[in-house]
């Protein structure tokens, strides 16, 4: 069975400071990672994904993840925050066993401070 | 690009009524799925269709709910007697074998 733990329900960062968002998973099998960001009254948009190949992975709008195995982390990252990165982000994890189905995390609301 | 999309955008219904959510899924993906998302809960997985059939179904996917691809281009979730707690954001999403891909939601409310 596949889970996800997003370790921190809300996190707040002032605008122009990095953004840290952490991800724990949990699978029997060699997992597909994402990020997918929800903006309010929004749909649910990809960041980025990981599926066996590098184990850094860049995303859209300046954002990465590393997958660390010994870890089962896929924390989310991003140098420099945006007002605009205000947002939901949900770590998700889907495996080719599970018929590929995703199974989310409970999300991380960002709040960018000016 | 192609994107799935989803109608309506938002649905009002009373309790006890049936609804049908639509999707179109990207047209040469084979994979279909409904997730949905109560209202600041996590988004939970209901089922995934293949070949024109369910291939798997959550809990939460009871006799109430149905899907159906009538016509090899939309993808439909029937409610057939709504209660409270159907109230939600219904997403549709469709894959290839790499990724899903999300229709913008259906915000269903049930009164």
């Known amino acids: 069975a596949q889970s996800v733990t997003q370790l921190d329900s809300h996190v707040s960062v002032s605008e122009g400071t990095p953004v840290l968002l952490r991800c724990n998973y949990s699978?029997?099998?060699?997992?597909?990672l994402f990020w997918y960001v929800q903006h309010p009254n929004k749909g649910l948009q990809l960041l980025l994904k990981?599926?066996?190949?590098?184990?850094l992975v860049k995303g859209i709008n300046g954002f990465e993840a590393e997958f660390k195995k010994s870890e089962t982390s896929f924390h989310l990252t991003k140098p420099s925050a945006h007002m605009s990165d205000a947002a939901e982000y949900f770590c998700?994890?889907?495996?080719?066993?599970?018929?590929?189905?995703?199974?989310f995390g409970g999300g991380t609301r960002v709040l960018v401070k000016p | 690009e192609p994107e799935v999309t989803q109608t309506p955008s938002h649905q009002v219904t009373q309790m006890g009524q049936e609804v049908i959510l639509r999707c179109v899924p990207i047209?040469?993906?084979?994979?279909f799925y409904w997730y949905r998302q109560i209202l600041g809960q996590k988004v939970e997985f209901l089922v995934s269709?293949?070949?024109?059939?369910?291939?798997?179904k959550s809990e939460i996917f009871d006799d109430q709910f149905s899907v159906e691809r009538p016509d090899g281009s939309n993808f439909t979730l029937k409610i057939r007697s709504t209660k409270l707690e159907d109230s939600a954001m219904y997403f549709c999403?469709?894959?290839?074998?790499?990724?899903?891909?999300f229709g913008p939601g259906t915000r269903l409310l049930v009164l």
């Open positions: 999403a469709s894959s290839d074998p790499g990724q899903e891909y």
């Open positions: 699978s029997s099998y060699s997992p597909s």
């Open positions: 990981y599926t066996s190949a590098a184990t």
């Open positions: 998700v994890v889907s495996e080719r066993a599970a018929g590929n189905k995703l199974t």
């Open positions: 047209s040469n993906h084979l994979y």
């Open positions: 269709f293949y070949n024109n059939e369910i291939s798997e």
